[in-house]
């Protein structure tokens, strides 16, 4: 597509409830990233994924969370028993090698 | 450790006047500069970034910035803002390598007073 497009844009969830956010790249880009934006605390790095390459899984908090990218293209970010201080903003980002990212609208993860 | 230091948290400036954010990184390879603007309920728009040659690089919306090695800094400037500025900016830095995860300032937030 034209751009970066993740869904959902807005999503409520109670405590201990699994979630799954998904974002569809720039056709072509073979980088996809995840950031988790807090208030008042930038973009926090959690995953990146590179071609086939194994993904770079450093910057995930804890075992709740884990990513796939299917077919090098779609990825899903997956929260599991979600907590209060899972609420964010979550964005994600693709890539053409060096040429910068270019972000998703976010998704607002709203536990309740 | 690698990271990227924007000091001012919240910046007000006059519509029409200059503009500088500053941005200070530490970082262990050479490095490719970034600095991207949220407007309210938006995603990040990238502004410029740096990769190599002339040290003082042009973006969009008349924003401009200036790599000094020798001060590990990228700051942003622009000459008259612009009430539409009013956003939050963040300076970001990462290798020189294809597609590895960039560092993030915690960001500035503008506003600019009439």
């Known amino acids: 597509g034209a751009g970066v497009s993740q869904s959902p844009s807005n999503k409520v969830t109670e405590k201990g409830k699994d979630v799954e956010l998904r974002c569809d790249p720039i056709?072509?880009?073979?980088?996809l990233y995840w950031y988790r934006q807090s208030l008042g605390q930038g973009l926090e790095f959690l995953i990146y994924?590179?071609?086939?390459?194994?993904?770079?899984k450093s910057g995930l908090p804890s075992d709740r969370f884990s990513a796939e990218r299917t077919g090098g293209s779609v990825s899903t970010l997956t929260i599991q028993r979600t907590q209060q201080e899972d609420s964010a903003v979550y964005l994600c980002?693709?890539?053409?090698?060096?040429?910068?990212?270019?972000f998703g609208s976010g998704t607002r993860l709203t536990v309740v | 450790a690698q990271s990227v230091t924007q000091p001012d948290i919240h910046i007000t400036v006059s519509e029409g006047a200059s503009l500088e954010l500053r941005c200070n990184y530490s970082?262990?390879?050479?490095?490719?500069l970034f600095w991207y603007v949220q407007s309210p309920g938006q995603g990040l728009q990238l502004l410029l970034k740096?990769?190599?040659?002339?040290?003082l690089v042009q973006g969009i919306k008349g924003f401009e910035a200036e790599f000094k090695r020798s001060q590990s800094s990228f700051n942003l400037r622009k000459p008259s803002v612009h009430w539409s500025d009013a956003a939050e900016y963040f300076c970001?830095?990462?290798?020189?390598?294809?597609?590895?995860?960039?560092?993030f300032g915690k960001g500035t937030t503008l506003s600019v007073s009439s």
């Open positions: 980002a693709s890539s053409l090698k060096s040429l910068g990212y270019t």
């Open positions: 056709s072509g880009h073979t980088a």
């Open positions: 994924f590179q071609g086939n390459s194994a993904p770079d």
């Open positions: 970082y262990g390879a050479t490095p490719y």
């Open positions: 740096y990769f190599s040659g002339d040290t």
């Open positions: 970001a830095v990462g290798a020189s390598q294809a597609g590895t995860a960039l560092i």
